[in-house]
């Protein structure tokens, strides 16, 4: 029985910082990579930031230089620190893990990030 249980969403205004977690709990196969989706009425679902088991790492264009994923492995938790937030990442983000059976992927409840002044 995994669960992914998020944190950290809210209402902040433009040019502020958010940080979101998500702590995986459960037995589950070895994870191959952890990371963050958004979703916003009317988008299509994107990436955000993803890190591998190997420790590497990707970022959308839009998000680059401003967000930054990390883990902690012994926590089997994923962050992502937003800085410099724009009303444009206003959206509901869901953690996600990949593990090494590809039917086994794992989604968090999604949190709401809400950026406006």
């Known amino acids: 029985q995994v669960q992914l249980v998020e944190s950290g969403g809210g209402l902040v205004q433009p040019g502020g910082s958010l940080r979101l977690s998500c702590a995986a709990s459960?037995?589950?196969?070895?994870?191959?990579?952890m990371g963050w989706y958004r979703q916003a009425p009317g988008n299509q679902r994107e990436l955000v930031a993803g890190?591998?088991?190997?420790?590497?790492?990707n970022y959308a264009d839009s998000v680059k230089g401003r967000f930054t994923i990390s883990r902690d492995n012994a926590k089997n938790t994923v962050y992502l620190q937003m800085n410099s937030l724009k009303p444009s990442d206003t959206a509901v983000y869901y953690c996600?893990?990949?593990?090494?059976?590809?039917?086994?992927?794992?989604w968090g409840q999604g949190t709401q990030v809400t950026v406006s002044s």
């Open positions: 890190i591998t088991s190997g420790g590497i790492i």
């Open positions: 459960g037995s589950m196969f070895s994870i191959t990579a």
């Open positions: 996600n893990i990949k593990t090494i059976r590809i039917w086994y992927e794992y």
